[in-house]
Antibody
Framework: QVQLQESGPGLVKPSQTLSLTCTVSHDSVDSRDYYWTWIRQPVGKGLEWVGRIFTTGTTNYTPSLRSRVTVSVDWSKNQFSLELRSVTAADTAIYFC????????????WGPGILVTVSS | QSVLTQPPSVSGAPGQRVTISCTGGSSNIGAGYDVHWYQQLPRTAPKLLIFGNNNRPSGVPDRFSGSKSGTSASLAITGLQDEDEADYYCQSYDSSLSGSVFGGGTKLTVL
């Protein structure tokens, strides 16, 4: 059973950088069948697709965050990461990592999510 | 404003049938990209409920079904049960954004 687990600080100060890591178990971030994806959800609101990475390093990002976000992969640790710069209170959300099938973009495995609050 | 449009809420009594619509456009559902549906119970991660428009992952009851036509898709739930009370999201790929998009979510209340 594939497992994903988010980790990182739960509190980030405004204007600083949010950094999260997703550790993958029972699959490889080197897979040619999947993207590795970040999704976020402001508390009490809907889901927002943030961005994804393929094993080659190819990335895609949602346009509204493209200037501030970077997704990267660490093959040696079987992890992928999210960096969101210059955060504001609007970036407060539950952040999920997920596995996304290349052919159809379905998100078949999700991490439990991590709440990140942006506050001074 | 989500790229895919869902009703904010639906409700039904136990045993009834409800449907949730998901309306997109020519760069996502209308372009032929698959629609997937997720169920999110309170304080949990979303769970894949329907994939590829009308396919159920192993373990999902056949009370849940999906369909797609033109620029829209629908999720139907028959024989409504208390445990179906949750938020439901549709998702598809959007070629103009080069990434996935979600619907705004629909809260299902079992009366």
């Amino acid at each position: 059973q594939v497992q994903l687990q988010e980790s990182g600080p739960g509190l980030v100060k405004p204007s600083q950088t949010l950094s999260l890591t997703c550790t993958v178990s029972h699959d490889s971030v080197d897979s040619r069948d999947y993207y590795w994806t970040w999704i976020r959800q402001p508390v009490g609101k809907g889901l927002e697709w943030v961005g994804r990475i393929f094993t080659t390093g190819t990335t895609n990002y949602t346009p509204s965050l493209r200037s501030r976000v970077t997704v990267s992969v660490d093959w040696s640790k079987n992890q992928f990461s999210l960096e969101l710069r210059s955060v504001t209170a609007a970036d407060t959300a539950i952040y999920f990592c997920a596995r996304e099938l290349i052919i159809t973009s379905r998100l078949d495995y999700w991490g439990p999510g991590i709440l990140v609050t942006v506050s001074s | 404003q989500s790229v895919l449009t869902q009703p904010p809420s639906v409700s039904g009594a136990p045993g009834q049938r409800v449907t949730i619509s998901c309306t997109g456009g020519s760069s996502n559902i209308g372009a032929g990209y698959d629609v997937h549906w997720y169920q999110q119970l309170p304080r949990t991660a979303p769970k894949l409920l329907i994939f590829g428009n009308n396919n159920r992952p192993s373990g999902v009851p056949d009370r849940f079904s999906g369909s797609k036509s033109g620029t829209s898709a629908s999720l139907a739930i028959t024989g409504l049960q208390d445990e179906d009370e949750a938020d439901y999201y549709c998702q598809s790929y959007d070629s103009s954004l080069s990434g996935s998009v979600f619907g705004g979510g629909t809260k299902l209340t079992v009366l």
